[in-house]
Nanobody
């Protein structure tokens, strides 16, 4: 099983990016899918999560600006990031509960310039 994250890049403050994370390999079941981020010198933090049933939760710092979604047919989780701020600069990692194990993607860098 592999998780491949993409969609990061350099964007100006106020801009948007759409992150994607695709799970591949032998997959029997996927439960919660989530995005975390880690800024330089800071611990990794949960950004958003979505359950198999579609329930979502968000960090307070991104509520109203970020939207997490999933496409179960494509084994993919997305993170739409809008109104980006310099403090959103970080490496974003996807995290998936898959086949009763927990997996991390390799990370995609989001840099927001002010």
């Amino acid at each position: 099983v592999q998780l491949q994250a993409s969609g990061g890049g350099l964007v100006q403050s106020g801009g948007s990016l759409r992150l994607s994370c695709i799970a591949s390999g032998v997959i029997f079941s996927i439960n919660t899918m989530a995005w975390y981020r880690q800024a330089p010198g800071k611990p990794r933090e949960l950004v958003a999560a979505i359950t198999a049933g579609g329930g979502t939760n968000y960090a307070d710092s991104v509520k109203g600006r970020f939207t997490i979604s999933r496409d179960n047919a494509k084994n993919t989780v997305y993170l739409q990031t809008n109104s980006l701020r310099s403090e959103d600069t970080a490496v974003y990692y996807c995290n998936v509960d898959l086949n009763r194990y927990n997996y991390w993607g390799q990370g995609t860098l989001v840099t927001v310039s002010s």
